[in-house]
């Protein structure tokens, strides 16, 4: 027999966005469940690189707009989560460093004046001495300044984990060849057992929004999909968590340390190196990453890492190619799209539906259905891409 069963809100998507909403409305007493083609976390969300960002970006282009400022509130957002004070309890969640570094090499310090000067980045950022750099800094070939920054890391498998426990019996595992998504009002999810009623449609799909949207008859809102060649190496490497500043806004390389499945460090590599590495094979890219790296550290021996390339593409608002200043919430006719732009930015993206919900007159309250959620099957949740062994091989 198939059950059918009243939602206030569907959300389609379980990665850092879809999970945090489904944990807010949850405990808000909204009747809301989340569907995922894959496993949880399985898109942009698990190739992140952790970083709470408070704002750094908008600092090194000079602009303090709102967005800035928005940004700027995360690292205590998330921080205030984290110590389970915030509005979601996240003490589950690992913190992999209570901050970062910022390094500048001698040939551009001085014309990071003016970034170095800004007050945003003062309030933030301390210039370190010598004697307090990270070891990999304090040898006496180094020429350049380090600064504190303070903004945190996670460790995303664990934030994963952290997100998906308290709301597992809400999210629905379903099969992607068939998405069981059908427009109307209600919007109806019809899975082989129960069909679902849902007043809201939230679509927290990455880089899948678009296929949804087209399954609803709707080509907006417009998304790009913007390509990154990551790499990853593992060996023996100090951790460190650090943006080397280049001549441009961006920065010239991020350095994150993880740990494979076996517990090894394992260093994955973003920034311009990533978007610059697009068109490259992955040997071109791994020797691209190589060269920068004994560019960077001389003084470094990492001639017996083994390398990876993880090619991933940032799905965001059509935004003409570039990353967008802000996350994007926009509802139209029942239907919430999301692109949050940043990992950091998922508790500003639900607050953000949380207001459009209650505008909308969906009000939490509902009688939950725990029964039927139960018997149906549950994504697991995604490994961290350098935790999957054959990527090594
Ligand atoms: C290499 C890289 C590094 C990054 N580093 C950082 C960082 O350090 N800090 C930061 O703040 N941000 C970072 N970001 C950005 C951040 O990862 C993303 O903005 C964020 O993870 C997007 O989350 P999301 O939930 O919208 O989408 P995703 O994480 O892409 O999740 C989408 C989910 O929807 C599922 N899905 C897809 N299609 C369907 C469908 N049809 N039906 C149902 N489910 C579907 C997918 O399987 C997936 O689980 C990084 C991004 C990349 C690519």
Request: with cysteine.
């Amino acid at each position: 027999m198939n059950t059918s069963l009243h939602l206030d809100v569907a959300i389609f998507g379980g990665g850092i966005a879809g999970l945090w909403l489904l944990n807010r409305l949850r405990q808000r007493g909204y009747r809301a469940a989340l569907f995922e083609s894959d496993r949880l976390g399985a898109g942009q969300t698990r190739y992140s690189q952790g970083i709470i960002h408070g704002g750094t970006k908008y600092a090194l282009t000079g602009k303090v707009s709102d967005a800035a400022k928005m940004v700027a509130a995360m690292p205590a957002r998330w921080r205030a989560c984290l110590a389970g004070e915030g509005e979601l309890d996240l003490r589950a969640a690992r913190l992999l460093s209570d901050h970062q570094y910022l390094w500048s090499t001698r040939d551009i310090a001085s014309r990071l004046a003016g970034f170095f000067a800004s007050r945003l980045m003062r309030s933030r950022m301390t210039p370190l001495q010598a004697a307090d750099y990270p070891a990999l800094f304090r040898d006496t070939a180094f020429r350049g300044q380090v600064y504190r920054l303070d903004e945190p890391v996670l460790d995303v498998a664990s934030l994963l984990a952290a997100l998906a426990e308290p709301v597992r019996e809400a999210t629905v595992a379903f099969d992607p060849e068939a998405l069981p998504l059908e427009a109307g009002e209600p919007w109806l999810i019809r899975l082989p057992k129960v069909t679902f009623a849902a007043r809201r449609l939230v679509l927290a799909a990455g880089g899948g929004n678009r296929g949804l949207l087209a399954k609803l008859g709707r080509e907006r809102p417009a998304m790009q999909l913007r390509p990154l060649q990551m790499v990853a190496l593992r060996g023996d490497l100090p951790d460190l968590w650090a943006h080397c500043l280049g001549a441009s806004s961006k920065p010239r390389l991020t350095i994150t340390t993880h740990r494979d499945a076996a517990g090894r460090p394992v260093w994955y590599l973003g920034g311009q190196l990533a978007e610059e590495g697009v068109g490259r094979s992955a040997a071109e890219q791994i020797a691209a990453a190589q060269a920068e790296l004994a560019a960077l550290f001389p003084w470094h021996d990492f001639g017996a890492c083994e390398w990876i390339t993880l090619p991933v593409d940032r799905a965001e608002v059509q935004a003409g190619g570039a990353l967008p200043d802000d996350a994007f919430v926009e509802e139209d006719a029942g239907v919430i799209t999301v692109w949050p732009t940043k990992l950091a930015l998922a508790p500003e993206v639900a607050g953000r539906i949380e207001i459009l919900l209650e505008a909308g007159g969906i009000a939490p309250g509902g009688e939950q259905p725990a029964d039927a959620l139960r018997r149906l099957p549950r994504p697991e949740i995604a490994p961290l891409p350098w935790q999957e062994e054959e990527r090594w091989n």
